[in-house]
């Protein structure tokens, strides 16, 4: 019989209305880095949640080290070895780590006295013993992303977990800092730790992974050993298709500038200067991408072309007029869309039907009202067009757009922006925490708006994305453009070193020694 | 699974009978009869045409000022001013009706907007300040209150008569008050206003739902940032909700001065019309059908509850547990949410 430090067979969980896990296995061996493989909403989250003791299966049992359990709330799972990683941190930014670290388990002395000293000393152990590298007396708020990732693991740790559990881990992560959690998670598994990896993202699980278990639309497809399978293979399992990674575009044929920007000054909320003096151009007919690590002054930059935020300095142009610091109505007017990086927050009123989100910049035009009165017929009729066109999954248009699956929130603002046929098309993160067969579907519009001569100026975090949709990246770096690249001309290596703040040279000759 | 509209009638219907189903247990508990107390309380809502008359009386500022806290809920903001905005709205239409000699026709509706100018600039400051200064609105409005309340009474004292406590009465013509119709509801105090905070509930829901001016409004309440993203300017859909729920509410207080009294005294304290609106309008779910309902129920409510010493002995104060248990209950909708969930589940 083999070694399973988790088993969880046939095991089933229904919503009101649906079937989130439908006789899903999952068989985690010691010491394995174990992925779970689907895309969003497929049921990955719910089944490690009816692990984690947050939901209770309706059929179907649970396995530790071949012992029957029944997991009924997170503190059983805590006993059982069992911790997790969440996608968004469970930290209290200002305690520092240690503080974080013991909360719920406090070692005390002398009668109720936290001892922190303690802590912080078993923590130092622990995380030297992994090469998790945390200092347990820093707050939270100061420390990077990763390292707070790291401080998360050292939690499950502290409160003796043997099978972790990391939901999406590397989404909030800059490459090189995705480089060392998987040494960390590589080290954990030598000291005999368990992982259980919930991922979209196809890459990883072949360099760190063994094995995975793939589930799509809420049932277990398979198990694989990742040395016996490959990308494409993984991706047509997850999405039940064969699917296209390399986005197929001709090479662009860029026109006239669109959009010119001459020494932009932009200051974020608290006063700080983010953007600082940026040059940049856009021209009709081309995807320039902005690479760039999260906080480079790329909101700030999208928030002062689009009327958002009032610049300092500088000049943004669009057809040769300037447009700095006009409204966001009359940008919109003047022939600029934006896919907004947040689209919960921005993007749509969430409690509004799916039709209203639809004319949400056009809705003071003919023939959505007339005389200030609105005509609903109108809206409607164009609003059934584009889910048609757009292809938005959605049961009417009348549904609210809170309860549409991301992929399909992000579609329908796509065809809203996209419809009003803008010269500058801005799309910043556009397929963020999408699934691989949205992604594919979002690139080919993007692509298809450059090809029929509009400007699309991409910002995301993805390099991946950057690199395979963008015909010139433009690397941002402390808020100025610090490079611009060809993307067949450079590497994931040289861009995340340009992104980090190396010069040109240094980076191709880094990436160049590492190959 | 239930749709939202549905939840939206059932939870206050159902919030209304627990709070009623409390009530009889503390009725119950301090040894009244609950049985005899709910008739009691339904004869003085309803027992004959002078009751029924009274309880129209008693709604019809309550559906202005519940209409007034609900249009500015659903453009995101919580006008607890809306006491003050009666105050001052009452005031206006009080100086009007005692200070111009006009054809009615013309007096009745310079009267009601007064009132409603009133009201709405008692809401712009409250407003603009939320708009241009970020002060939240609520500590603005709650000053705003006592201000009204105190100038109100000074403008009482000096400008309407001669250090009374009392104004004068307004012109006939002002007056929304007529014999005949008083008459027939067996000489109550109802007045036309009964109309006019009808015209007011259609005009508030057409406002909201059907015009351009609406969307943008409901669009600044759901979500700003998205609101600011398309364009809209959130810091004048901001002062236009707190201006038009001002109005509103100076209105409500119009009706009272014009309507029921037809002059204004010096008050000692809040005539609580504006803050009854808040129940009003969360009972209502912030739609105006749902305001009109409601307020006729808490007018049915006050009216009815001033029967139930004399016809049973039981206190009136209780009247005023049970609505505080109602209103309890709407704001707890979740819990009941939870109930009619189970309910349906063990149905299936």
């Known amino acids: 019989m083999e070694n399973y430090v988790i088993e969880m067979l046939n095991i089933r969980k229904e919503f009101p209305g649906i079937v989130a896990n439908n006789n899903i296995n999952l068989q985690v061996k010691n010491g394995e880095i174990h992925a779970l493989l689907g895309e969003n909403g497929a049921g990955k989250s719910t089944l490690m949640n009816v692990l984690f003791g947050l939901y209770q299966p309706e059929k179907g049992e649970i396995r530790v080290r071949g012992e029957k359990v029944k997991i009924t709330d997170p503190n059983v799972a805590n006993r059982l070895g069992i911790g997790m990683v969440h996608q968004h941190f469970m930290l209290v930014e200002p305690f520092t780590v240690a503080q974080n670290i013991i909360l719920g388990s406090e070692p005390t002395k002398g009668g109720g006295f936290v001892d922190i000293k303690k802590a912080e000393k078993e923590i130092k152990e622990l995380s030297d013993r992994y090469g998790l590298s945390v200092d347990p007396s820093a707050k939270v708020r100061d420390i990077s992303v990763g390292m707070q990732q790291r401080a998360e693991i050292l939690k499950t740790l502290y409160r003796g977990a043997e099978v972790i559990i990391l939901d999406e881990p590397t989404a909030v992560l800059t490459p090189q800092e995705i480089l060392e959690l998987i040494s960390i998670m590589r080290n954990l598994t030598k000291e005999g730790i368990s992982i259980i990896l919930i991922t979209h993202k196809l890459k990883e699980i072949m360099e760190v992974c063994d094995r995975v278990t793939v589930i799509r639309k809420g049932e277990g497809i398979d198990t694989v050993n990742v040395k016996d399978t490959n990308v494409d293979d993984l991706a047509a399992l997850m999405v039940g298709r064969q699917v296209n990674f390399k986005t197929e575009k001709t090479p662009a044929n860029p026109k006239d500038p669109i959009l010119t920007i001459n020494n932009l000054q932009v200051k974020d909320s608290r006063q700080a200067m983010m953007v600082k003096g940026l040059n940049l151009d856009v021209r009709a007919g081309e995807i320039v991408g902005i690479a760039g690590i999260d906080g480079n002054g790329q909101s700030e930059l999208i928030e002062a072309i689009t009327g958002l935020r009032k610049s300092e300095a500088g000049e943004i142009k669009l057809n040769s007029k300037t447009i700095t610091n006009l409204s966001p109505r ?150 100025q453009i610090v490079a611009e690249v060809k993307p067949e001309e450079t590497n994931e290596q040289e861009l995340g070193l340009l992104m980090a703040g190396s010069s040109k040279e240094k980076a191709r000759q880094k990436a160049g020694d590492n190959k | 699974m239930m749709d939202n509209k549905k939840l939206n009638i059932i939870i206050p219907i159902f919030s209304v009978f627990l709070g009623f189903l409390v009530g009889a247990i503390v009725m119950l508990a301090f040894g009244y009869n609950p049985i005899e107390g709910y008739s009691a309380l339904f004869q003085g809502a309803f027992g004959s045409m002078y009751n029924i008359g009274e309880t129209i009386r008693r709604s019809i500022p309550l559906v202005l000022s519940g209409l007034a806290i609900a249009f500015a809920f659903r453009s995101g903001l919580f006008n607890i001013g809306a006491e003050g905005q009666v105050f001052v709205g ?259």
């Not at chain 2, 006939?172 to 036309?192: C, D, K, R, V």
């Not at chain 2, 300017?233 to 409500?252: D, E």
């Not at chain 2, 309902?293 to 006050?302: D, M, T």
């Open chain 2, 90 to 348: 009452w005031f206006a239409a009080v100086w009007v009706g005692v200070t111009f000699d006009l054809p009615a026709i013309i007096h009745i509706p310079f009267a009601i907007l007064a009132a409603a100018f009133a009201g709405a600039v008692w809401a712009f400051v409250p407003g603009i300040l939320k708009a241009t200064r970020g002060v939240h609105e609520v500590v603005v409005t709650i000053m705003m209150n006592y201000i009204a309340l105190h100038t109100t009474n000074y403008l009482i004292r000096t400008l309407l008569s001669d250090g009374g406590s009392q104004s004068g009465r307004i012109a006939n013509s002002a007056s929304l008050a007529t014999p005949g119709l008083q008459e027939m509801f067996g000489y109550s105090q109802i007045h036309w206003g009964f109309i006019v905070s009808i015209i007011f509930a259609v005009f508030v829901w057409f406002f909201l739902e059907k015009t351009t001016y609406g969307y943008e409004l409901r669009a600044v309440g759901f979500n700003p940032h998205a609101a600011k993203y398309s364009g809209m300017s959130v810091k004048r859909n901001i002062v236009l909700a707190m201006v038009i729920s001002g109005a509103l509410a100076g209105i409500g207080g119009a009706m009272e001065g014009i309507g029921t009294f037809g002059y204004m005294y010096t008050h000692g304290a809040f005539t609580n019309l504006g803050f009854d609106g808040i129940a009003v309008a969360l009972l209502g779910a912030n739609t105006a059908p749902g305001v009109v309902l409601a307020a006729f129920l808490f007018g049915a409510l006050k009216v009815g509850a001033l029967s139930m010493p004399p016809l049973s002995g039981v206190p009136s104060e209780l009247v005023e547990i049970v609505i505080a248990m109602i209103i309890f209950f709407v704001a707890a909708s979740y819990m009941i949410r939870l109930l009619i969930m189970r309910f349906k589940k063990e149905e299936n």
């Open chain 1, 330 to 479: 009359k940008v919109t007017e003047s022939g600029v869309a934006h896919i907004p990086q947040d689209r919960h927050k921005f993007g749509l009123v969430l409690d509004y039907p799916i039709a209203e989100n639809i004319v949400l910049q056009t809705y003071y035009q003919k023939p959505f009202s007339k005389n200030k009165i609105l005509s609903f017929k109108s809206i409607y009729k164009h609003a059934e067009k584009l889910i048609e066109d757009f292809d938005v999954r959605t049961p009417s248009p009348r549904t609210k757009a809170r309860a549409l699956s991301g992929g399909n929130q992000q579609k329908a603002i796509i065809a809203r922006e996209v419809d009003r046929s803008p010269d500058l098309l801005i799309a910043a993160q556009p397929t963020r925490g999408l699934d691989v067969g949205a992604i594919e579907t979002i690139h080919r519009r993007l692509i298809e708006e450059r090809d029929k001569g509009r400007a699309v100026l991409l910002i995301s975090f993805e390099l991946d994305e950057v690199m395979n949709v963008s015909d010139r990246i433009a690397v941002m770096f402390d808020g």
